[in-house]
T-cell receptor
Framework: GESVGLHLPTLSVQEGDNSIINCAYS??????FIWYKQESGKGPQFIID?????DKRQGQRVTVLLNKTVKHLSLQIAATQPGDSAVYFC?????????FGPGTRLSVLP | NAGVTQTPKFQVLKTGQSMTLQCAQD?????MYWYRQDPGMGLRLIYY???????DKGEVPNGYNVSRLNKREFSLRLESAAPSQTSVYFC???????????FGDGTRLSIL
């Protein structure tokens, strides 16, 4: 069975709706942040990143928001599709140090 | 995940056995990393290599050794496997500056 993603918080979303996945980070000195997507049996895949001098960055169907005041990062996925079902986790980077969150499982309902 | 190749994909070992996990990249990046991923936890860094010829310990190095054979290859060795080392192991690479890490598809290791 799949060992990745057990005991994670789960977000269930209807197909076509927007998804918002949240992440709290710990180090106020972190200056670079990344969201990854991990599908079952695969390695983490880069989705989008943001530097600390920005508070919003948009990609294709995805938006990352950064609130440095409360050390919070969010990933918004527009028009969620079945292929978006995966575990999503954030990473905060300071210097050469990458710190990864445990992730949130996104489940897309038909 | 194009660019990072890990072998083997699966392995079952008995306690006390040794084995080497292989990682090779074709993106010419200096930095390479080994992580383990356990249920409900974030990726934890075992060892990393900032450049050919250098290696440094990460958060959980005990029970592991690494070798940066050349710029392309970074191997992880378990000298005497223990059940606590049952995990999924990921190799990652990274370019210079504010760049994300790129991961391989992992090695799923079970130690009985």
């Amino acid at each position: 069975g799949e060992s990745v993603g057990l005991h994670l918080p789960t977000l269930s979303v209807q197909e076509g709706d927007n998804s918002i996945i949240n992440c709290a980070y710990s180090n106020s000195a972190s200056d670079y942040f990344i969201w990854y997507k991990q599908e079952s049996g695969k390695g983490p895949q880069f989705i989008i990143d943001i530097r600390s001098n920005m508070d919003k960055r948009q990609g294709q169907r995805v938006t990352v928001l950064l609130n440095k005041t409360v050390k919070h990062l969010s990933l918004q996925i527009a028009a969620t599709q079945p292929g978006d079902s995966a575990v999503y986790f954030c990473a905060e980077i300071y210097g050469q140090n990458f710190v990864f969150g445990p992730g949130t499982r996104l489940s897309v309902l038909p | 995940n194009a660019g990072v190749t890990q072998t083997p994909k699966f392995q079952v070992l008995k306690t006390g056995q040794s084995m080497t996990l292989q990682c090779a990249q074709d993106m010419n990046h200096n930095s390479m990393y080994w992580y383990r991923q356990d249920p409900g936890m974030g990726l934890r860094l075992i060892y990393y290599s900032a450049s050919e010829g250098t290696t440094d310990k990460g958060e959980v190095p005990n029970g592991y050794n690494v070798s940066r054979l050349n710029k392309r290859e970074f191997s992880l060795r378990l000298e005497s496997a223990a059940p606590s080392q049952t995990s999924v192991y990921f190799c990652a690479i990274r370019g210079q500056g504010h760049q994300p890490q790129h991961f391989g598809d992992g090695t799923r290791l079970s130690i009985l």
